[in-house]
């Protein structure tokens, strides 16, 4: 039976914004974050993190770095009773170094190519979704995917939205307070 994800993004929602994070000894998870987490968890709700990282385009790190970052926040989340349960990352960037890389894309927020990903790879329904993010470019990719879209305000928050589609449903302090609101109904 098809479950509703909240589709997360990584840096400036679930742990603190560093620029480029690249080594697991830099992470460092929001307050409440991890606790948040387990409550989507305990809710029944698919949690997916989708996230641009451009770094590796850009040649900054690379994949193995990445997937050492995503251990480190899945070991401090699952010390705290939560998990992740799939993770998606975009590697490309126009302007990227990285030949492969260096290209638009349509898995690159504010496109939707994640999260039709993981709506294929996952027993998910979009229907009853939300995306929660600190940027705008969250907000306009999950507008375009039918979600619920919350702007948090605990990384690097754009203000005010330039167009329709960056028109957040909620803005919410941090990830608890997004997973407060979403809990209680979620403006249904």
Known sequence: MKRPAVFLDRDG???REVSYLS???DVEILPGAAEAIARLNAAGFWVVVISNQSGLARGYFDEGDLALV???INRRLKAAGARVDAWYFCPHHPAGVVEDLALACECRKPGIGLIMQAAREIALT???SFMVGDRLLDVACGRRAG???ILVKSGHPDWPPEVPEQEPHFVAADL???VDWILAGGGR
């Open 13 to 15: 929602t679930i742990n």
């Open 23 to 25: 080594r697991p000894q």
């Open 70 to 72: 995503q251990l480190e």
């Open 126 to 128: 979009l229907e009853g």
């Open 147 to 149: 979600l619920t879209s």
């Open 176 to 178: 608890a307070a997004a």
